[in-house]
């Protein structure tokens, strides 16, 4: 929760609110540095997807110490900040990047205000800039239950120590800030610990990326239940887990030879995008304003080096495979589905590489292809499983057919089968040889792979 703007709340404590503003003189300012090339940094992302998060940092330059992170959530890594720009170009199943700058035991609300008064924000932001602060979690038996106080403990907190050493205080824009603050309370049990109530921490972060990290900027047209893309981009991660990144390997005129994936209900197109994207190595958050960056929340801070931007920028377009020919191949019941996804794929740069077909999955042929090792063909499918999408006895004839068309057509692929209805996967009639859990918002969904010899 971010607090809101409030005009003329300097200096006065809120009410409802107890102050715990220690008297400070500006000697007694702690000044712990940062050390640039070696931040702590932490990819959060949704339930399920840590282990794709994990192995997409392992693919990164200059990356160390990637680790789940149980208690807290997400994915650790430790680098520098040229390895921070390329994470937020780059991750496709996170949603944000975060420099742990404090993870502390957390007492109550004096801990909270002594821990954020302690660090160096200075380094980040000037006095003139501004900020937002917003906390996720709670702990009640410390005290702090109310997110919102927690936000506003914090600001003060980093306000103080501003006065207390400039003499003037940054302000808040909750809107567009220089300085976006996270704020985490969890708990922490110990390997072994039985109780159920872990010790309380706090963490406190920059949110390098502002704006999440699913919003490309090629989702230009909807339908009614688009996958998101970093639930997408987790499906794809787990799909093409064993394709290398580097040059592919080329046929006898020199053409990349990509795997083949086929979408036989592709919606709005977002598997189809997210596979075209991991196939050709595009780093998803180049896609924006015709290849230029989109805007990250690390270009407003006083560390922003543009020219190490523009460094990791380049490396990662040289990284991108060129050439090729169609790799993807969707198919949908629905006109405006396909009008969507021929537009979200024209967006992410995907026109050349893809052909999107109305069909129904009953009756789709799979496209000619030559099977070859180094080039997987897949089927990707996400069909509808919910109420808005069908009736009960429909949705079961449909998942059926499905299993047929795979059974029958698709002998030699390897399919992939999203859904939150286990019910309806078992109508597929094929035992499926993989599943992962990946959530989708709050419900629980499967991703069901399947060999079809
Ligand atoms: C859950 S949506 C897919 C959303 C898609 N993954 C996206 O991100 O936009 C399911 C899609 O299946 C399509 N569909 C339903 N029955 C179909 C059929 N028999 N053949 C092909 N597509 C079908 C619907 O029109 C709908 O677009």
Redesign the pocket.
Known sequence: MTFPNSQGERGAPRQGFPSHRPTTRRAEIARVAVNLNSLRLRALCPRGADAQVAAELKRLPDVAEVALSPASGGVHFRGALSLLYRANLDLRCASRVLVELADAPCRGAEDLYAVAFGLPWEEFLSPQGTLAVSAHGTLPDVGLSNSMFVALRVKDAICDRFRARYGRRPDVSVQSPDLRIHVQLYSENRPGERSLRGAPRMVISLDSSDAPLHERGYRVAS?E???KETL?ATFVEIALRDLPMGPPPVDREGIPLLPTVVD????????LVEAGLRILQKSPGLLRSGGKARHFGFMGWRTFDQAAFQRVVEDAGRQVVRGGRVFLHG????RQ?ISAARRNLGTAGLSPFSQIQL????SVEPPVTVPTSEAPRIVLC???YGER?GGPDELVG?YR?LGDTLKRRFTGWSAYVYTANLDLAKQIGLRPSARHILWNGPLEGRLLEFRLY
Do not use: F, K
């Not at 036989?264 to 598997?271: F, I, K, R, V, Y």
């Not at 069909?359 to 009953?362: T, V």
């Open positions: 339908v239940a688009p996958l997408a036989l209900c592709c919606g709005s197109g977002t598997l198919y949908d019941l629905d589905a069909g129904d999955l009953r996400n069909p509808p999408m449909l057919a």
